[in-house]
């Protein structure tokens, strides 16, 4: 049995990869999101807010009720932020939005390898969905940029550190997917145009059909899980595979 861990499975990329996941036999999806928009005889939902401290540092996954051949964690939900200038935007969005991309997939990684390392037969990969915005500065997205680029190097490190253990059975990724249609695009359009420089080329995107179904995206992430041993590269463009 394969078991995949989802944060974010209730709507877009999320909710896609999960649904499509069900349909393959021998899997098991655990979701983990404020709404459950998701019902399957394979699914588990737990509710949970994912901006909230607490809740996090007391996480733990549930465990596999057969002997897994293949678990898998997509850190997948996240958020925009306060789109805004910096000296103008709200302290709490700050640190909302560095709960939520940072530290959060940082503690479920942590608490996914404390927890499966032992199970030396199971093949275990994480996915890390980070964003080009992590790796190009954006003005007005200060916040998000930088969540998203520590993303990034905690998965490499994360990698490093797989030559210095026992068993060297943990892929990691950290992926950007793109322009995506999503939730968080529609939020985008809707900002302040005045305080966000690039706010009618998120207009244009979305007014000339340049925007990723989520579908194609959950297609490609796909393939990384079924096929890890072909990725040589911890950080990866889905535009560019």
Not at 175 to 183: K, L, S, Y
Not at 218 to 233: D, F, G, K, V
């Amino acid at each position: 049995m394969e078991y995949y861990f989802i944060t974010g499975s209730s709507f877009g990329i999320g909710k896609d990869l999960t649904e499509q996941i069900l349909q393959k036999d021998n899997t098991h999806v655990y979701g983990f999101a404020r709404h459950q928009t998701i019902t399957h005889a394979r699914y588990s939902h737990q509710t949970i807010d994912l901006s909230d401290l607490n809740e996090i540092k007391q996480f733990i996954f549930p465990e596999p009720s057969q002997m897994p051949t293949k678990m898998v964690l997509v850190n997948n939900a996240g958020i925009i932020g306060d789109i805004n200038f910096v000296g103008r935007k709200s302290a709490d969005k700050i640190i909302d939005t560095f709960v939520v991309n940072t530290i959060t997939p940082s503690v479920l990684t942590n608490q996914f390898l404390k927890q499966f390392e032992k199970m030396e037969n199971s093949e275990k990969i994480i996915l890390n969905i980070s964003s080009g915005a992590g790796r190009h500065p954006i003005s007005a997205w200060a916040d998000y940029c930088a969540s998203k680029a520590a993303v990034d190097m905690y998965s490499e490190v994360f990698n490093e550190e797989q030559i210095y253990q026992e068993s060297h059975s943990t892929h990691i990724f950290s992926i950007a997917p793109g322009i995506v249609d999503t939730n968080m695009q529609a939020e985008i359009r809707q900002s302040n145009e005045q305080k966000f420089p690039f706010h009618r080329t998120f207009v244009d995107y979305h007014k000339n059909n340049l925007l990723t179904p989520t579908h194609e995206v959950s297609e490609r992430l796909l393939n990384i899980i079924e096929n890890p041993a072909n990725y040589q590269e911890v950080i990866l463009d889905l535009r560019q595979l």
